[in-house]
């Protein structure tokens, strides 16, 4: 890869993951609602299991998907239903100082795997494959992921600051009520296009 694509790699990776999307604003709510320190483990997980959603798709998972679309179509309804179900649970977020015991933050783990059902991470990983890496084979897909990983977590961190700085506005219920249902809401709405291309 040539240092030109290398760096218009790096852009493309800084600008769709820095911009609004579905990880972005369940940060922004974990960061209002848990704090800083409590979603480190939510935003590893959106790095790395981008970086493995990235990688599984250049190997062939694309190919699988065209042999059978039905898979592709279960894997958009499982989206927008998860993503509703996660919009449902920001809405109804206990206030910030009850926490301790009546509402967690997304773990690693969940975070890595929502990675699978999120329209934006996919569509992500398919444009810097199909017009950034020219080639699938495993050492391009490495640098690739590896730019990702890089420019991904500052990215995501930024979020999780701004919503850890807004707790401080958010600092009765009804302001909270508001925030959280307006984060669900915009998280309602990142699906429209998703629900547009469904056939």
Known sequence: MTF????????????SSVTPGPNNLMLMASGANFGFWRTIPHMAGI??????????????????????????TILKAASIL??????????????????????????????ALFQWVNPKAWAMALTAITVYLGDTSLPSLSVGALVFAVVNFPSVTVWTVLGQQLARVLTNQ??????????????????????????
């Open 4 to 15: 030109e694509m290398l760096s218009a790699l790096a852009l493309f990776a800084f600008v």
């Open 82 to 111: 998860y993503l509703l179900y996660l919009a449902w649970r920001i809405a109804h977020a206990a206030p910030i100082r009850s926490n301790e015991g009546a509402g967690r933050p997304m773990t690693f783990l969940q975070a």
């Open 47 to 72: 790095s790395l299991g981008f970086l493995v959603l990235m990688v599984l798709i250049g190997l062939g998972l694309v190919q699988a998907f065209d042999a059978f679309p039905v898979v592709y």
């Open 174 to 199: 009804r302001r909270l009520a508001a925030f959280n249902w307006t984060m669900a809401a915009l998280l309602v709405t990142s699906l429209f296009p998703v629900i547009l291309q469904i056939d």
